[in-house]
């Protein structure tokens, strides 16, 4: 029988604690706690797959209790989901820069709740698989660079001992040869899980598959369906560059692009330095030729993929953006 999925909730009203009991009761092992300190107090030992996470609480708060939480390495993997009554974008955001997952407005929603647990314990088996590739990956390559330094170093030692023959002379050459061959494709296998991070943002399903399979090829791509799903992505993919759309429902992309700049502005990343945005648009809208909101480029609907790819290829070599993921 497979074990259930533990799901910690934190609130410290018992309210609310009951009704998100009986809407999760058969989502997983629920369990409560009732303050952001006792929180981090006991979350690691718990190791919940989820944590559900309310904002306002006495003591420290769920977006101080979250920073607390990303910094306990045993809870490295654990999806954070914050609760609360404000719903702006910069609240938001606010939680995802904490360190949170996902984002729910209260009142809440039974269909909203149960799809954000879904999606976000599907989203950790996957990070955890990667993670899981990624050091195996590395781990195969430091192994066969140190054969390959030992071959080459035998090879250095055989070749000062004049009694070899031809033949063995060559067989050694041969060795060193594959050995370093095998090294570069292992290299070049490892660089391949590093390719730049491009978030697409666009309402419309079919738009962001044709998107896709333009660029999938060559980048590593994220999508988000919604303004309020592109900022839970702008703050846990961390993207090199985002392709998004200007007219969407609810938080359309000239908010999104606002919400970003400001929030880099807070964080001294200052015009020009931030992650480039290329809006998407069915309209030639002189807004977008002046770029006076803050957008890097713009792009026409519809467009063909030669287009797509070098107007993208063209913004990372202007940008002086460089690989924040790396250094975060």
């Keep these: 029988m497979p074990t259930k999925n533990t799901i910690l909730l934190v609130d410290d009203d018992p309210v609310t604690r009951k009704l998100i009991i009986r809407l999760l009761q058969?989502?997983?092992?629920l369990k409560t706690l009732d303050s952001g300190e006792e929180c981090v107090e006991k979350a690691p030992e718990m190791k919940p797959d989820?944590?559900?996470l309310d904002v306002f609480m006495p003591g420290i708060d769920g977006y101080e209790t979250c920073k607390r939480l990303r910094k306990i390495p045993a809870l490295a993997h654990t999806k954070i989901i914050m609760i609360s009554v404000k719903s702006k974008p910069e609240n938001k955001l606010h939680g995802y820069q904490s360190g949170a997952d996902d984002y729910i407005a209260k009142p809440l929603r039974n269909d909203?709740?149960?799809?954000?647990?879904?999606?976000?314990?599907?989203?950790?088996?996957?990070?955890l698989e990667n993670d899981q590739k990624i050091d195996l990956l590395s781990?195969?390559?430091?192994?066969?660079?140190?054969?390959?330094?030992?071959?080459?170093?035998?090879?250095?030692?055989?070749?000062?001992?004049?009694?070899?023959?031809?033949?063995?002379g060559n067989?050694?050459?041969?060795?060193?040869?594959?050995?370093?061959?095998?090294?570069?494709?292992?290299?070049?296998?490892?660089s391949l899980s590093m390719k730049q991070r491009v978030l697409i943002?666009?309402?419309?399903?079919?738009?962001?598959?044709?998107?896709?399979?333009?660029?999938?090829?060559?980048?590593?791509?994220?999508?988000?369906?919604?303004?309020?799903?592109?900022?839970s992505m702008y703050a846990e993919f961390k993207p090199d560059l985002i392709l998004l759309d200007i007219m969407m429902p609810g938080v359309d992309g000239r908010e999104v692009l606002r919400t970003i700049r400001e929030t880099e502005e807070k964080n001294r990343i200052y015009a020009g330095l931030g992650v480039p945005i290329i809006m998407l648009t069915a309209h030639q809208d002189p807004w977008f030729k002046s770029f006076g909101e803050g957008c890097?480029?713009?792009?026409?609907?519809?467009?063909?993929?030669?287009?797509?790819?070098?107007?993208?290829?063209?913004?990372?070599?202007?940008s002086k953006y460089k690989n924040r993921h790396d250094n975060t």
């Design 112 to 127: 909203e709740l149960k799809a954000k647990i879904r999606i976000n314990l599907k989203l950790k088996a996957l990070g």
């Design 139 to 168: 781990d195969l390559a430091k192994q066969i660079q140190s054969l390959y330094e030992n071959i080459r170093d035998f090879d250095r030692a055989v070749r000062e001992n004049s009694s070899l023959c031809k033949q063995e």
């Design 296 to 318: 890097d480029d713009y792009i026409v609907k519809p467009f063909a993929a030669k287009q797509l790819l070098e107007k993208v290829e063209s913004v990372f070599k202007q």
């Design 171 to 190: 067989n050694i050459k041969n060795l060193t040869q594959a050995g370093e061959k095998l090294a570069k494709l292992t290299e070049d296998q490892r």
């Design 50 to 52: 989820i944590i559900l």
């Design 26 to 29: 058969d989502e997983g092992q």
């Design 201 to 231: 943002v666009d309402d419309d399903e079919q738009n962001r598959a044709i998107l896709l399979e333009i660029l999938e090829n060559k980048y590593d791509i994220a999508e988000a369906c919604c303004g309020e799903e592109a900022l």
